[in-house]
């Protein structure tokens, strides 16, 4: 049975997996902004307090218009 951090661990996880979806961020884009950010290309590399602030992070990024795909862009 998980626990209750396990448990927090696996939705921020999921909430995660949701944005990156929704900023439509290819791994490669996430692995640079991970890596500006943190000095980490993975996710997996980070600890929870890391991995809160990117999730944080990524809520606060508006979505791409749906007509234009997502690139690498300065504001980023």
């Given amino acids: 049975m998980l626990d209750d951090s396990a448990r927090n661990l696996s939705g921020l996880q999921a909430a ?5 979806q929704r900023l439509k961020l ?12 943190f000095g980490s290309r993975s996710q997996a590399q980070l600890d929870d307090m890391k991995l809160a602030q990117w999730n944080l992070w990524l809520e606060k990024q508006p979505a791409p218009k749906s007509h234009e795909p997502r690139t690498q862009r300065e504001d980023w």
């Avoid at 995660?16 to 990156?20: A, C, G, Y």
């Avoid at 290819?26 to 950010?37: C, F, I, S």
């Fill in 26 to 37: 290819t791994r490669v884009q996430g692995g640079d902004r991970l890596w500006q950010l």
């Fill in 16 to 20: 995660m997996s949701v944005q990156i």
